[in-house]
T-cell receptor
């Protein structure tokens, strides 16, 4: 158990809908990262938040947005869902968000299925 | 664009032998390289890492080698054990914490 929790575990929805994925980081971790893993794809970095502020941005679509709240939990919002958005979405957390390496601890993921 | 590539989707080795997993990258801005292991229904877990200023890092049965001129890194597992069977992801990080992962290599260690 990494200490990172993600809810829900599974989510099934229809095209055009909007969903929210939730992540609670490990106690004491200030950074939260979101990743997408599609079928046969590696983990795609989406976005990082550090202490409530956006720190780094990866391959995140404009239909997707995220935020980190004062209690440090984070939500990833996916809107106007398409079939291709079906994937595993992982959240990870780390102690800091500086340029030096900080080990990231991953949650178990949320499996999103868009029908 | 795929900045980190793992060209072998799967690898099968006999218990006790060496497992070598390979990874190539294209961006010279990466300053840190990591290997993660993933079991089914779990998130990836950190295994071992190496800074771009080093060429080797060892931790027990696991050794990571970095060849900067070739933009290549490899993970050696010696001796391989059945419990090592998992998907291994290579990752490379830039100074701004943007981390890119490869597609993964599924390692199967046969008893």
């Amino acid at each position: 158990d990494s200490g990172v929790t993600q809810t829900p575990k599974h989510l099934i929805t229809a095209t055009g809908q909007r969903v929210t994925l939730r992540c609670s980081p490990r106690s004491g971790d200030l950074s939260v990262y979101w990743y997408q893993q599609s079928l046969d794809q590696g983990l795609q970095f989406l976005i990082q938040y550090y202490n409530g502020e956006e720190r780094a941005k990866g391959n995140i679509l404009e239909r997707f947005s995220a935020q980190q709240f004062p209690d440090l939990h984070s939500e990833l919002n996916l809107s106007s869902l398409e079939l291709g958005d079906s994937a595993l979405y992982f959240c990870a957390s780390s102690v800091a968000g500086s340029s030096s390496y900080n080990e990231q601890f991953f949650g178990p993921g949320t499996r999103l299925t868009v029908l | 664009d795929q900045q980190v590539k793992q060209n072998s989707p799967s690898l099968s080795v006999q218990e006790g032998r060496i497992s070598i997993l390979n990874c190539d990258y294209t961006n010279s801005m990466f300053d840190y390289f990591l290997w993660y292991k993933k079991y089914p229904a779990e998130g990836p877990t950190f295994l071992i890492s190496i800074s771009s200023i080093k060429d080797k890092n060892e931790d027990g049965r696991f050794t990571v080698f970095l060849n900067k001129s070739a933009k290549h890194l490899s993970l050696h597992i010696v001796p391989s054990q059945p419990g090592d069977s998992a998907v291994y992801f290579c990752a490379a990080k830039k100074a701004n914490n943007d981390m890119r992962f490869g597609a993964g290599t599924r390692l199967t260690v046969k008893p």
